[in-house]
């Protein structure tokens, strides 16, 4: 299956549409098992398994949320502790300085804020989001992908990818139909 | 969902489910893109906003009028120094919690019911606090020369805020507050937002839609991440919307003034809060329902199911009504003795008390009742005292505690004038045409997530565990 020259296919790759979520992921995990990796599915909801499946692996997104958390934790209780007792302190009714039970309801507050920050931008760059252009979306059918149809991309940059034998092997997966996807 | 035996049919006993079956992925999605993109809007919802912009431009000129003239414009002064302003701040603030319950913490539950309603219940969230943001900021009659006291930026004065101050931790609570809730909507939007990207024929709305849609494919992996996100959101906004109220009820209970200062205070709030925002979203879901034609998706199990909630939390917080008598007999103290006495039988506002009890423990007792739960009028009536009560509840807090306080000499009577009760009113229009725009321009109901109630969506692993 090796391809005589490796630079700059002329397509994106190829995508098939399958009838059901049950078909999509089933697809999905021999379309791994086969050995490619320069792959994608498209649902118009989230199916459970179906990024595993592909051999996805990342978990960043909960680690981002944590160190989200522990930075406005120390921001929150910087600011006020720094503002307080460092920058103007002030006796008020006589409480001390650092009057650190004070100090908390801010504090968590501005965790959760900073956590919440971490967690919808980090998943937006990570997502590569937003994006104002892709080549899926130059199939046709493809505005169904947000409906009611599932569909897997093989990118024509996988190693593993042959034009005619990845066009029977998705057909051999009960694709409805495999179309080319132009860049 | 469908234990079907023993009822008969036509049985109001017989559960209902939480989709009307008989849908699949392309009907769901047609029937929910057809609310929005369709150039015939029912007449009800220009009556509604006709109804809306007029109080919303009663707010304009009052707040016109109070940018003008200062805060003298309104009936609170000395004893009674905080009233309408504080009052109205608590009410839509807590009405705004409901949102954030069915969206996080119903999710956290699983519980499938919540899908259908949760994405106008968020917007109502973010509207309400709006509105509630309001009165801190005109309540200070020139807004711009205080605003050093209630957001820390380096100004010229080198002052900051007193971080010891309840105020400020309310600053700081309701400010975080409405942002996650703005940013748990704008995510659950976005796939939706694709959908009618991928739905409308019209070049205009396609690119608008395409640019809010940020390029959402609906990529496996774009998913993966996105359930992470969404899924540590809601647990971060659990917590957070718990606080929120508990903040605002220290801005009480940190206080000295008896009818204030009770430790029953931060629970008490955060359920009262509940009750509110349930009833709210019933009051809202209720027209918007038969609006738009959706009682297939928004059906009588969701009904029922808020009904219930509002009467618990209801009943949470008659208990702690029950609690402040008590803490206030049982301290022994003169004062505390006296603020009871006066609010519940002798003083010129009794009269308040009573009404709140009426709306807020009377009525919705009804609502024990199954065949009344499923009754829409009566749910409907019964959410329109619950929305009253809460209102007078604060109301009560309020004006009872400051009108008689220590020294006799002070105390002194209060009554709003013609400009509190616009601003009141303004509010509810500024609330009512936002929550109104938004269910004609934007998907009021997630369909993505709906989807998921759908039994295709369901798949075995490969490996052969259930997907759940």
């Known amino acids: ?183 | 969902m469908s234990d079907t035996p023993p009822y008969s049919p036509g049985d109001y006993r017989a559960p209902v489910a939480v989709v009307q079956p008989g849908y699949g992925f392309r009907t769901m999605t047609d029937k929910l893109v057809s609310i929005v993109l369709t150039p015939t809007t029912p007449t009800s919802w220009f009556v509604v906003l006709a109804i809306a912009f007029t109080l919303l431009i009663g707010l304009v000129v009052s707040l016109c009028y109070l940018l003008l003239k200062g805060i003298g414009i309104w009936g609170n002064n000395v004893p009674v120094g905080w009233a309408f302003d504080i009052i109205n701040f608590v009410w839509w603030i807590g009405i705004g919690h409901a949102g954030t319950l069915i969206s996080a913490i119903l999710l956290l539950f699983k519980q499938d019911w919540r899908t259908s309603i949760n994405r106008f219940a968020e917007a109502m969230t973010i509207f309400a606090v709006i509105c509630a943001a309001l009165f801190p900021v005109i309540h200070a009659g020139r807004p711009w020369l205080v605003i050093y006291w209630l957001f820390p930026y380096p100004n010229t004065m080198a002052l900051w805020p007193n971080f010891r101050s309840p105020l400020i931790w309310d600053v700081f609570a309701v400010s975080t507050y409405f942002t996650v809730s703005l940013l748990f909507w704008t995510v659950g939007l976005i796939p939706d937002l694709a959908t009618f990207r991928d739905k409308t024929k019209h070049p205009v709305l396609r690119k608008f839609f395409g640019v809010l849609a940020m390029g959402w494919r609906g990529s496996a992996r774009h998913w993966a991440r996105y359930e992470k996100a969404y899924l540590l959101l809601a647990g971060l906004s659990t917590p957070l919307v718990l606080s929120v109220h508990t903040v605002v009820s220290f801005d009480f209970a940190v206080s000295v003034l008896p009818g204030w200062h009770a430790t029953i205070f931060p629970p008490y709030f955060v359920a009262g809060a509940i009750y509110a925002g349930f009833a709210m979203v019933l009051t809202l879901a209720i027209p918007i329902r038969a609006m738009f034609k959706v009682p297939d998706f928004i059906t009588l199990r969701h009904i029922e199911n808020m009904a219930k909630i509002t009467l618990v939390t209801g009943l949470i917080v008659v208990y702690g009504y029950l609690c402040e008598a008590f803490f206030g007999w049982y301290s022994a103290n003169e004062y505390e003795r006296f603020m009871l006495k006066n609010r519940v039988y002798y003083g010129p506002y009794a009269w308040s008390y009573w009404l709140l009890l009426v709306c807020n423990f009377i009525v919705p007792q009804v609502l024990w009742s199954k065949r009344l739960r499923r009754n829409i009028p009566v749910v409907f009536i019964v959410c329109m005292f619950v929305n009253v009560g809460m209102w007078l509840e604060r109301f009560v807090i309020i004006v009872t505690s400051l009108h008689r306080d220590f020294v006799p000499s002070s105390w002194d009577m209060y009554y709003p004038t013609v400009w509190d009760f616009m601003t009141l009113a303004g509010t509810i229009g500024l609330f009512l045409t936002l929550m109104f725009l938004f269910v004609r321009l934007l998907p009021l109901i997630a369909i993505f997530e709906m989807k998921l109630l759908l039994p295709e969506s369901q798949v075995t692993q490969p490996g052969g565990r259930g997907s759940h």
């Open chain 1, 1 to 183: 299956m090796a391809r005589a020259t490796r630079t700059a296919p002329p397509f994106y790759g190829l995508m098939a549409e399958f009838g059901s979520a049950q078909a999509l992921l089933d697809a999905a995990t021999k379309v791994a098992e086969a050995g490619y990796t320069r792959t994608d599915a498209y649902s118009p909801f989230p199916i459970h398994g179906l990024a595993e499946a592909l051999g996805f692996k990342e978990r960043s997104v909960a680690p981002l949320v944590l160190a989200g958390g522990i930075a406005g934790a120390l921001a929150g209780y910087g600011l006020c502790y720094w503002t307080s007792v460092i920058a103007w302190p002030m006796n008020i009714g006589g409480r001390p300085f650092h009057s650190w039970v004070s100090f908390i309801p801010p504090t968590f507050e501005v965790t959760i804020l900073f956590a919440a920050f971490s967690a919808v931008f980090g998943m937006f760059a990570l997502n590569g989001l937003p994006q104002p252009y892709h080549p899926v979306f130059n199939v046709e059918r493809f505005s169904r992908a947000s409906q009611d149809a599932f569909f897997l991309a093989i990118e024509a940059e996988d190693p593993m990818f042959d034009a005619a034998a990845t066009r029977r092997f998705l057909l051999s997966l009960q694709a409805k139909e495999v179309v080319q996807v132009e860049h």
